[in-house]
């Protein structure tokens, strides 16, 4: 069974930081390409970052510079590590595989930025 558990997201003013962790369980995670995906209000989800199984990076041109992606394959996580928060960041963050894997989302973790 697989299992995709997001955590770190929270509350955060415009140019804040936050950085979001996923665990993994039910997949080899060390072959997988590993994206971390959001999905604002009325929007449909979007990859905005995602590091395959030889650190090949990829980022949406809207995080590009901001956001970086990394993973522990020793501990079977994903991390996104999130800067320069703006308002438009504001969304649910998943973690899946890239392509995803349809029946593994988990519950995501909200990051809302606001002053």
């Known amino acids: 069974q697989v299992q995709l558990v997001e955590s770190g997201g929270g509350l955060v003013q415009p140019g804040g930081s936050l950085r979001l962790s996923c665990v993994t369980s039910?997949?080899?995670?060390?072959?997988?390409?590993m994206g971390w995906y959001r999905q604002a209000p009325g929007k449909q989800r979007e990859l905005v970052a995602s590091?395959?199984?030889?650190?090949?990076?990829k980022y949406a041109d809207s995080v590009k510079g901001r956001f970086t992606i990394s993973r522990d394959n020793a501990k079977n996580m994903v991390y996104l590590q999130m800067s320069s928060l703006r308002p438009e960041d504001t969304a649910v963050y998943y973690c899946?595989?890239?392509?995803?894997?349809?029946?593994?989302w988990g519950q995501g973790t909200q990051v809302t930025v606001s002053s």
């Open positions: 899946n595989t890239d392509p995803e894997l349809s029946f593994a």
């Open positions: 039910g997949i080899i995670f060390s072959f997988w390409t």
């Open positions: 590091m395959t199984a030889t650190s090949r990076l």
